[in-house]
DNA sequence: ACAACCTCCTGGGGGC
DNA sequence: TGCCCCCAGGAGGTTG
């Protein structure tokens, strides 16, 4: 799934065509992804405008003019689908009911557009809540700092880790320190930095945090850049790719040589928790 | 409170 | 070709 940049790139997809635009009307394939859709969803979506289209972590919220806000996630395999200007025999048969494959949402667009939320794994979910109760919904409520910006530092870190026994990797998984990390930026992060994934978090003094606070604003900055990361699912809303993949220093590279000059050392896979790190034995410490 | 699992679900790839 | 097992970008819930 999508991690912070590739629901950003999401994000800069969708808004041209989403905003300022009204949705006719809402197709809805089940009643469910991860969680049930809210009650009345395609009913309530109807008529409105999105006025604007923002993030937060990795959550796209869409403001309707009726005061409400649209949350969406991506879950791990989520995408939508810009078509513009339906034409003919198609748009018809698709308001008749016909979805493709884990087509599971459509918004029909006074444009003429149609927007798409296709989901084979239905980890995703929406959500609708008033606008001004958005920041007390249980899944933002309790989101930490975007890494985008200049709050995330090294004192930060260093007062977020401060006593904690997990894995710097857990730590930085862990959406209510830093909002918006995955299992990929974290493993890119933790190699510019020079730590290893498996170090205590209360173990780095002070200049690694900097280090390391560093890396991840630099590591999602240029990933956003790039267009995000396109691994199995993730495509632009144009059908497009995001190249990120192909500057990972380490995620998925394992048995290859470090790249970082003079190392030589060789990048491992491991596991914690479940889930693959990626690590350069050598210089990762 | 914390940390290490397990779970939801489908599809792709590798090994046999 | 098929089958079976493992793996996948998330994150809430359960266990100890």
């Not at 009204?22 to 979506?45: K, N, T, W």
């Not at 857990?170 to 990390?181: H, P, T, V, Y």
Request: with cysteine.
């Amino acid at each position: 799934m999508p991690e912070l940049p590739e629901v950003e790139t999401v994000r800069r997809g969708l808004a041209p065509a989403f905003e300022g635009t009204r949705i006719d009307h809402v197709m809805q394939g089940r009643p469910d992804l991860r969680f049930p859709f809210p009650e009345r969803f395609a009913d309530r979506l109807a008529g409105q405008t999105v006025s604007h289209l923002g993030r937060r972590a990795k959550y796209l919220v869409a403001d309707l003019d009726g005061g409400e806000s649209l949350i969406m996630h991506l879950g791990m395999s989520g995408s939508f689908r810009v078509e513009d200007q339906v034409t003919g025999g198609d748009s018809f048969h698709h308001e008749r009911g016909k979805l493709a494959a884990h087509d599971h949402v459509v918004f029909h667009l006074q444009s003429g557009a149609r927007i798409t939320y296709n989901d084979p794994r239905r980890f995703g979910f929406m959500d609708l809540v008033e606008t001004a109760r958005l920041p007390d919904h249980p899944m933002i409520a309790r989101l930490g700092l975007e890494p985008t910006g200049n709050a995330l530092d090294g004192e930060f870190l260093a007062s977020s880790f401060a006593d904690k026994r997990t894995s710097l990797k857990a730590a930085l998984l862990d959406q209510s320190i830093i909002a918006g990390l995955g299992n990929i930026y974290v493993s890119e992060a933790l190699w510019r930095a020079g730590l290893r994934p498996e170090r205590e978090a209360g173990s780095v003094d002070l200049d690694g945090l900097e280090q390391l606070a560093f890396a991840v604003r630099e590591v999602i900055a240029e990933a956003i850049e790039a267009g995000g990361s396109t691994l199995r699912d993730h495509q632009l809303t144009d059908g497009s790719l995001g190249y990120f993949q192909h500057r990972f220093a380490v995620y998925d590279r394992a048995g290859e040589p470090c790249p970082r000059p003079g190392c030589g050392g060789e990048i491992q896979r491991t596991v914690q928790s479940g889930r693959s790190s990626f690590s350069c034995t050598h210089c990762q410490h």
